[in-house]
Every structure is written in structure tokens, then in C-alpha cells.
């Protein structure tokens, strides 16, 4: 029975763990996740992008999330992989540090977190504050779940079973390091396994040595986890996560040996204790970080022919990509969304490598350039056109009603995106030239301002593809809330901008007009992007009608004016 009751304690404290973890890594990035491709894309040396990773992992409360990041930006060549390896290593640095601040005893701060951070989160509006309230909790419930993992252990302390366990991992450091490395990955979390490790040995349930073999598999074992999680990606993005591999694991396996051999030898005394394990485990990834940052850039090479970049398509005569769509070929009625979705996202991508420069062209782009950008808007309406034929002709005897709506929904968002195209093209990229002939540049304020709402336009349009692609009910519901959150940073900045005119800011003056109408075209653009939420919300019951009548019109009659009918 005290097995039983321990394994229970244990399943319930480990998930709440791992809850706590994550409840934490969403609240931030839900607050500052459009901010983190400027920092990490920045120009920086590796010492500098070793820091920035530390400090990335530590706000993320995962070194995991920092190499997925880091991998993304990786292929999309945003990021050379030198610098991506140091910010990896760096974050892994840095979710060390979590470790040490989350080991001290910190259960008085329990009520006061959760009563801070349940205040925020229910009681008030505003995004951020809403996210702080979900970050606090989560720091609470943290704490909650490692007094509740050291309660679990009460039942089979003072058995026989718990002593056999810890001898013989003690004694067997190769199994307790492959154990490690297996708990760090199930649980998906180097920070909740090394916690786990750590408070076992704070309490006695493990010996030192069985404790440090486990924390050196679970830094093992977490470099798996972006390998793991970056398997479907470009081939650039895999080369960071495997190189951390690469050198985690050695480093790991060195550091199990030399330590075990000089523990058993009494070269290092009788440590005792979980802050001398995290100790250990602190040097254990610092030193990594000042091994390896050395060895990023020739690396690099190693791993470019490891994973060579695959071979360039012949070249194709001049003219527009080829189309996702099959005009007339549409097989099952499944086949047929796919298609249409993987054509809207091609569309999506076109529009975003339209949007993406915006605030270069503000800042000085040429004639050359501003014109590239516009001419980039015949592809996007190339792309409706061919959305809008293949949708008219759907032979509708063989798709359901449902089916049939799913197509006509995906044809409006089309719409959706051709206007947003448009309002580059158009608007922001008009009022980039105006910019330029007049040679005006806004406030520092103002242009912070811009900045940020270009920043989380572009988070927006990611989540929009992934709703596009899964039509989660979650990520839906959040690219609404983005949507509200984007028109408040547009109401507030439109008041600032007042304000600074109230008070006779000269460079206010000069750029007012060009000021608001960026700021009405950017909320116009996000309105558009963010459009994709609402049959999802509409399905499962999460948006009223006359709300939905009010965003987009309706879907029957837009998908008739659209097919000339």
C-alpha cells in the first residue's frame, strides 16, 4: 500500500511540475514572444550570444525552448550557426541558474505569489498584466509541487525498498545516468527532472553520488529533446540541436567517469547534500559553455557537410511558382482542403515576405526596393485567382455541405489575405516612399511604438498558419485575443502621439499624418491575418454569430462575388 500511495504522490507532484513549468514559458511568451527574433537575430559575438541565450533561458524557464527558437531562426537564415550554437549553450547555462534560484527554500513565498498573481490574472484586463499574474502562479505552483514531491517520499522512507533503489544506483552509475537521461526526456523538462533529482537528495531518499550520475544523464537527456522536437524541420535548423548533442553528450559522459572515478578515489571528500548537487550541476554546464564557445565556428563546418544543404531544383523557366492547386483535379474532399490550405499557405508566406521589411523601407528603403515589394502583390492575387477557380468549380455532388462551407471559409480568407497584401502594397509601402521623399523620421517614441506593433503582427501571422494548418481551438482563441491586444497598442499609441503633439515634440509634428494612417494600415493588416480564427471559434461554439456576421461577411456570398457568379 505504501508503494501504491507513494507512486500516486509521485504522478500528481511530477505533472503538477510539469504544469507549473509551462504555465510560466507561455505566460512570457504570450507578453514578450514578439520581441525575441530582435534579440536573438541581433549582431553579437559568441561570448555575447552565449549570454543572450542564458538570459532567454531563464525568462523561458527552458533551454529546450530557446534551441527550438534558435532553430527556427536558424533555417530561416536569420541566424548563422555559430552564433545559434552559442545561444544554445548559453541557454542551457541558464536553465542551470533556475535550478540554483528554484533549490533555495522558498515556501513563505507561496501565498504571497499566488495571491499576487491570482489578483492579476482574474481581476484585470490588460495583456501584460494578465501574463504576470499567469508567471507568478506558475513560479507558486512550482514551489507547491516540489513540498508536494518531498511529502511523496514520507510513505517508503523508512522502508527496505527505497534504500535498495538509491545503493544500488549508487553503485551502478551508468544505470542511474541512463535514467537521467530517459526521465529528462519523458518528462520533456531538463528543469522539472534536475528539481526532482535535486529534492531527493535535499531530503536523504538519494545518495550524492546516485544524485550527481542522474543529473548528468538528464543534461544529456535534455539535449534530445530539441533533436527530438526539430526532427521535421529544415536541415539547417537540425544541425544546432545535434551539435549540442554532440558536445552535451561527451562532456556528460567525460564528467560521469572522472567524477564517479574521483568520488570512489575520495579525491573530492564526502559531498553531501542538493545545493552541492546543484553546484555541480552549475559547473558542469558553465564550463561547457567556456569549452565549447571556441569551437561554434569550427563546428560549423562539421555539421554543414554532416547535414548538407539539400540540392538546388533545376532551374525553372521565368515566371510565377507553382501553384499547390491542380485546377480541375481534386480527388477526395479531404484532398481537396489539404490542397487549399497548403496553397493558402504559400499565399501567407507571400504576404509576410511583403510585410516583413515594412520598417526597413520606413527607415530609408529605395525607390528600387519599395517597388520590389509592391510587385510582390501580383503573386498574392495570382494566387486568389487560382483559390477563387478552383473553389468555383468544385464539383458539388461529391463534397457534404460541411465540406463545401470548409472550402468557401478557406476561399474568404484568401480574400482576407490578397486585402492585407494590398494594404502593404498600397498604404504602408506609399508612406514608406513619403517617408523618403520628404527625408522625415519619426519620434523615438513613435517609432518604438511601430516597431512593437510590427513585432507582434509578425507573432500573429505565425499563429494564423499554425491555426490555418491544425484548427486548434486554443491557438484560435489566442489569435483573437492578439487581435484586441494589437487594436489597444493602436489606441494607445494614437493617444501617446497626441500627447507629444499637446507637448510641441517638433519630429511629432512633421510625421503625424504618416503616424496614424501606419497605425490604422498595420491594425487593418493584423484584422485580416487574424481573420482565419473565426470559423474555428464559430464551430466550437466560442464566438456569437452577429460577431461573426460583424468580422467577416458572410462566407456564401463572399465565395459567390469572388467566383464571378
Known amino acids: 500500500m505504501a508503494i501504491l500511495t507513494f507512486l500516486i504522490s509521485l504522478a500528481g507532484a511530477t505533472m503538477l511540475l510539469l504544469y507549473a513549468v509551462r504555465m510560466v514559458r507561455t505566460g512570457i511568451e504570450r507578453s514578450y514572444g514578439a520581441s525575441f527574433q530582435r534579440l536573438l537575430t541581433g549582431r553579437q559575438s559568441h561570448l555575447q550570444a552565449g549570454l543572450m541565450g542564458l538570459i532567454l533561458a531563464i525568462v523561458l524557464q ?83 509541487s516540489l513540498r508536494f514531491l518531498r ?20 553503485r551502478d552509475y551508468v544505470t542511474a545516468f541512463l535514467a537521467g537521461g530517459a526521465l529528462a526526456f519523458v518528462m520533456h523538462s531538463s528543469v522539472a527532472a534536475i528539481l526532482m533529482c535535486v529534492t531527493l537528495v535535499q531530503i536523504g531518499a538519494l545518495p550524492f553520488a546516485a544524485g550527481l550520475s542522474l543529473v548528468l544523464g538528464a543534461n544529456f537527456g535534455s539535449a534530445f529533446i530539441p533533436v527530438w522536437l526539430s526532427r521535421g524541420m529544415d536541415l539547417r535548423a537540425r544541425r544546432i540541436p545535434y551539435a549540442n548533442l554532440a558536445l552535451r553528450g561527451t562532456w556528460a559522459v567525460l ?3 572522472g567524477a564517479n572515478l574521483a568520488l570512489r578515489a575520495g579525491w573530492l ?38 547535414f548538407p544543404d539539400p540540392a538546388a531544383p533545376r532551374a525553372q523557366p521565368p515566371g510565377r511558382p507553382v501553384s499547390a492547386l491542380e485546377q480541375g483535379s481534386y480527388g477526395s474532399p479531404a484532398q481537396a482542403v ?19 521589411p515594412v520598417l526597413e523601407l520606413y527607415e530609408g528603403g529605395s525607390k528600387e526596393q519599395i517597388r520590389a515589394v509592391q ?33 468557401r471559409s478557406l476561399m474568404e480568407y484568401a480574400i482576407r489575405l490578397e486585402t492585407a497584401g494590398d494594404v502593404v502594397a498600397r498604404r504602408l509601402t506609399v508612406l514608406a516612399g513619403e517617408m523618403r521623399k520628404k527625408e522625415l523620421r519619426f519620434s523615438r517614441d513613435g517609432w518604438l511604438e511601430i516597431t512593437r506593433m510590427h513585432e507582434a503582427i509578425l507573432a500573429n501571422m505565425q499563429l494564423a498558419s499554425n491555426v490555418l494548418i491544425s484548427d486548434d481551438l486554443e491557438s484560435a482563441r489566442l489569435l483573437s485575443l492578439e487581435k484586441t491586444e494589437l487594436k489597444r497598442m493602436e489606441r494607445d499609441s494614437r493617444k501617446r502621439h497626441l500627447r507629444r503633439l499637446q ?14 494612417e501606419t497605425l490604422r494600415a498595420l491594425r487593418e493588416f493584423n484584422s485580416h491575418i487574424a481573420a482565419v480564427a473565426y470559423p474555428v471559434l464559430y464551430r466550437n461554439g466560442q464566438l456569437l454569430e452577429t460577431r461573426l456576421i460583424e468580422e467577416m461577411p458572410d462566407l456564401e456570398d463572399a465565395a459567390e462575388t469572388a467566383a464571378g457568379r
Request: hydrophobic share 50%; net charge negative; glycine share 10%.
Open 62 to 144: 527552458s533551454s529546450a525552448a530557446v534551441a527550438l527558437l534558435t532553430s527556427g531562426f536558424a533555417a530561416s537564415g536569420y541566424l548563422a550557426f555559430p552564433t545559434g550554437l552559442a545561444i544554445v549553450l548559453g541557454g542551457d547555462l541558464g536553465s542551470a541558474l533556475i535550478i540554483q534560484i528554484l533549490s533555495f527554500k522558498l515556501d513563505w513565498l507561496v501565498p504571497v505569489l499566488l495571491a499576487a498573481g491570482g489578483y492579476l490574472f482574474v481581476k484585470t484586463e490588460a495583456k501584460k498584466a494578465r501574463q504576470l499574474g499567469r508567471i507568478l502562479m506558475g513560479v507558486a505552483f512550482i514551489l507547491i
Open 151 to 170: 511529502e511523496a517520499m514520507d510513505p517508503i522512507r523508512g522502508s527496505a525498498f527505497l534504500p535498495a533503489i538509491a545503493g544500488y544506483l549508487a
Open 255 to 257: 564528467c560521469l567517469f
Open 269 to 306: 571528500g564526502d559531498p553531501q547534500g542538493g545545493q552541492m548537487l546543484v553546484s555541480a550541476h552549475l559547473a558542469f554546464n558553465a564550463a561547457l559553455l567556456l569549452l565549447a564557445l571556441p569551437l561554434c565556428t569550427p563546428l560549423g563546418g562539421v555539421f554543414a557537410r554532416l
Open 338 to 356: 489539404a490542397n487549399l490550405k497548403r496553397e493558402l499557405l504559400r499565399m501567407a508566406d507571400q504576404v509576410g515576405a511583403m510585410f516583413r
Open 375 to 407: 510587385q510582390m502583390d501580383e503573386e498574392v492575387n495570382a494566387c486568389l485567382s487560382g483559390i477563387r477557380q478552383y473553389v468555383a468549380a468544385v464539383p458539388e455532388e461529391a463534397f457534404s455541405e460541411e465540406q463545401l462551407k470548409t472550402a
Open 503 to 516: 507637448h510641441g515634440a517638433r519630429d511629432s509634428f512633421d510625421t503625424s499624418d504618416i503616424h496614424l
